[in-house]
């Protein structure tokens, strides 16, 4: 497929689907734990594939699981049965062990049965495209130098952090290249930590790696979608879309029409649907009403397409996700 030319008609569309982050609730549908769709390629396959037959969405978009490249490097991970697995402590403390960090090879680690995953999961869904999901080079570096810890050591130790840097850039585009392999129609790159940095650290340490990333995988029939959840975003835009991603989403900490009015128009922009107050603790109706409020303030913008603000959590109620997709539908009816 053309993901180029997917896009744009995605953007030029009078009617238009909802494409949310959401694949970790295939959990309750196959009545299994979190801990179980980590572990097999099989089974989270099957989960995107029970997804996509249930929502009407653009696209099969992979679970965003943000602990699997920085293990894969060494750091150690808690799982549990019903949340999302989080990276505890950190693997570098100093220039010496930053020097010292080596790449695995990416079938080496969990990396290749989440890639396995997406190559499955293409099998399996044909009715539109398949995106798989990677961590961004700012964030996995923070989760190997500590995620507090790294906000300082741009000021502090500079040659430290962009050593690092480089060295999961040149990891995440391997990774990259292998889910592209798969038959992937792109990626969601997630750069949440990112979003905390000011303009000009953006501009040093974050937006010149994700345009490497972006330079090296995205083509026509590759596209990459960068996500950033961070609350700062709206005063880093032109650092954010430096990156020359095809695609950009936005989370929930910010006033989607905001962004909309400071983005390119010619980019499709998605957002912002909070994942945890409306679609796992709200209700049903408050989800239609929040849904159509978005849709009524920001399809102004042909290039909007509604989404959830992050990846949507394993907890979350399929009473109000179907709310989601039934407000879209009413709303574009």
Same mark, same amino acid.
């Given at each position: 497929?053309?993901?180029?030319?997917?896009?744009?008609?995605?953007?030029?569309?009078?009617?238009?689907?909802?494409?949310?982050?959401?694949?970790?609730?295939?959990?309750?549908?196959?009545?299994?734990?979190?801990?179980?769709?980590?572990?097999?390629?099989?089974?989270?396959?099957?989960?995107?594939?029970?997804?996509?037959?249930?929502?009407?969405?653009?696209?099969?978009?992979?679970? @965003?699981?943000?602990?699997?490249?920085?293990?894969?490097?060494?750091?150690?991970?808690? $799982?549990? &049965?019903? *949340?999302?697995? =989080? #990276?505890?402590?950190?693997?570098?403390?100093?220039?010496?062990?930053?020097?010292?960090?080596?790449?695995?090879?990416?079938?080496?680690?969990?990396?290749?049965?989440?890639?396995?995953?997406?190559?499955?999961?293409?099998?399996?869904?044909?009715?539109?495209?398949?995106?798989?999901?990677?961590?961004?080079?700012?964030?996995?570096?923070?989760?190997?130098?500590?995620?507090?810890?790294?906000?300082?050591?741009?000021?502090?130790?500079?040659?430290?952090?962009?050593?690092?840097?480089?060295?999961?850039?040149?990891?995440?585009?391997?990774?990259?290249?292998?889910?592209?392999?798969?038959?992937?129609?792109?990626?969601?790159?997630?750069?949440?930590?990112?979003?905390?940095?000011?303009?000009?650290? @953006?501009?040093?340490?974050?937006?010149?790696?994700?345009?490497?990333?972006?330079?090296? $995988?995205? &083509?026509? *029939?590759?596209? =990459? #979608?960068?996500?950033?959840?961070?609350?700062?975003?709206?005063?880093?835009?032109?650092?954010?879309?430096?990156?020359?991603?095809?695609?950009?989403?936005?989370?929930?900490?910010?006033?989607?029409?905001?962004?909309?009015?400071?983005?390119?128009?010619?980019?499709?922009?998605?957002?912002?649907?909070?994942?945890?107050?409306?679609?796992?603790?709200?209700?049903?109706?408050?989800?239609?009403?929040?849904?159509?409020?978005?849709?009524?303030?920001?399809?102004?913008?042909?290039?909007?397409?509604?989404?959830?603000?992050?990846?949507?959590?394993?907890?979350?109620?399929?009473?109000?996700?179907?709310?989601?997709?039934?407000?879209?539908?009413?709303?574009?009816?």
């Amino acid at each position: 497929m053309n993901m180029k030319q997917w896009l744009k008609e995605l953007r030029e569309a009078p009617v238009k689907r909802a494409l949310p982050i959401l694949s970790f609730p295939s959990v309750q549908l196959m009545d299994i734990t979190v801990r179980e769709l980590i572990a097999s390629a099989e089974t989270q396959a099957r989960g995107m594939k029970l997804v996509a037959d249930r929502i009407d969405s653009a696209a099969a978009v992979s679970m @965003m699981d943000l602990s699997v490249e920085a293990e894969a490097l060494g750091a150690c991970v808690s $799982v549990s &049965d019903h *949340e999302v697995p =989080v #990276v505890t402590g950190h693997v570098i403390e100093t220039q010496q062990e930053a020097d010292a960090l080596q790449l695995p090879a990416i079938e080496d680690a969990r990396t290749g049965l989440y890639v396995e995953a997406i190559r499955r999961a293409c099998e399996l869904i044909t009715d539109r495209p398949v995106l798989a999901g990677t961590i961004g080079p700012f964030s996995l570096a923070g989760r190997l130098l500590d995620v507090t810890e790294i906000m300082m050591l741009c000021y502090d130790e500079p040659e430290m952090v962009h050593t690092v840097l480089e060295k999961v850039t040149e990891f995440l585009i391997r990774y990259i290249r292998a889910y592209k392999q798969t038959g992937a129609g792109g990626v969601v790159v997630a750069e949440p930590l990112a979003g905390l940095l000011s303009p000009a650290l @953006m501009k040093e340490f974050a937006a010149p790696y994700m345009k490497r990333i972006v330079d090296a $995988v995205q &083509d026509d *029939e590759f596209i =990459v #979608v960068y996500h950033n959840c961070g609350g700062a975003v709206l005063r880093l835009v032109d650092a954010i879309v430096s990156c020359g991603a095809a695609a950009y989403h936005f989370g929930n900490a910010i006033d989607m029409k905001a962004m909309l009015e400071k983005m390119p128009e010619d980019v499709v922009v998605m957002g912002n649907i909070n994942p945890v107050e409306q679609l796992t603790e709200g209700t049903p109706e408050g989800v239609y009403a929040a849904t159509k409020e978005l849709l009524e303030r920001c399809s102004v913008h042909k290039n909007f397409v509604i989404s959830s603000g992050c990846d949507v959590p394993p907890r979350a109620n399929w009473e109000n996700i179907d709310a989601f997709f039934r407000a879209v539908g009413d709303f574009y009816r």
